[in-house]
């Protein structure tokens, strides 16, 4: 297809963006060749992200969705990132400057986004194949954005002791609580927010993983009598993911764009290839364990986000959206 772009199927596949809390923090406006991606202040996390920093990366998944929507469509893009320094809100524009074929690898992205999905069950104990990592970094490089596996040796260790030190604190602070179940929905045709259906029902203590999920449900659960296990039982499957860490040099909202950006482009990459993933970022909610992920690990730049990645177990829950109308803005 060529010729003037389809901006509400082009928002549309945007707004299939994954989001923290599925706030869904973002407004766009079309004119014939160009769509501006906006940060909506008025979906803020005050509590668990003050500076905008996980929502404007959510942002920017947005952008690289759109991007690669336009390319299917048969369209050539260019995208500029924070364009307007007055306009702090105003995230990037994506300008379409001609006409040509999406490659097989642009289409096979762009088909997987319907398709993608967080999945927060266990993953299968199936190895994340190292190749496959190996082209995820590839990808997110070219967006300016390091990636490093800290699922192994002593950056596991570290990495899972600063996020359940995290999901800890955050467990404890009733402001974070409160937040928390505002963004956690009941109804099923909820257009934002996190549905409960799409929450695992079990105590996220007792998994069988070394790495902590946030829990949605926390305040909510009732202590039940520990089920007696038989001494011949089989010890449980312990999922083993792979767990990556994307960063930047910046830290500043230039930064954060490319990575949602670069977390786009692996989201899909890993979903055209069978996986999924869900992301892990209490200990970057945090300022004092994102700086001592820094330290601990000797990272040269910012930690943005750590993705947990694998083999699903199951089909994920698909969590609403808001319609186009309700953020498309078109202009002459």
Known sequence: MTGAPDWDQVVEAATRAPSIHNTQPWRFTATADRLEVRFDPERFLPILDPTHRQQVISCGVAVEFAALA???????????????????????????TGARPAGEDEQALADAIPQRH????????QEVPV????????????????VENVSRD????????????AEQAEESDPAYRAELEVWLRTDPDAVDGVPVDAVPGDDPAARPSNWSIRDFLVGQRTARPAVPVADDAPPPVVERPAVLLLGTMGDDRTAWVQAGRA???????????????SPMTQALDWPATRTRLTVELSLVGHPQMLVRLGWPSAPATATGRRPVAEVLTTSD
Not at 118 to 125: D, I, S
Not at 133 to 146: F, K, N, S
Not at 158 to 164: N, Q, S, Y
């Open 70 to 96: 336009l390319r299917a469509q048969g369209l050539d893009v260019a995208v500029d990132v924070a364009p307007e320094p007055s306009d702090a809100d105003h995230l990037a524009t994506v300008r379409v």
């Open 131 to 146: 190749e496959l990592i190996d082209r995820l970094q590839a990808d997110a490089g070219d967006y300016g954005v390091w």
């Open 263 to 277: 977390l786009g482009r692996v989201l899909l990459r890993l979903t055209a290839a069978g996986l999924a993933a």
């Open 118 to 125: 967080t999945t927060r069950a266990p993953f299968l104990p």
């Open 154 to 165: 002593d950056a596991e260790l570290i990495t899972v002791f600063l996020i359940d030190r």
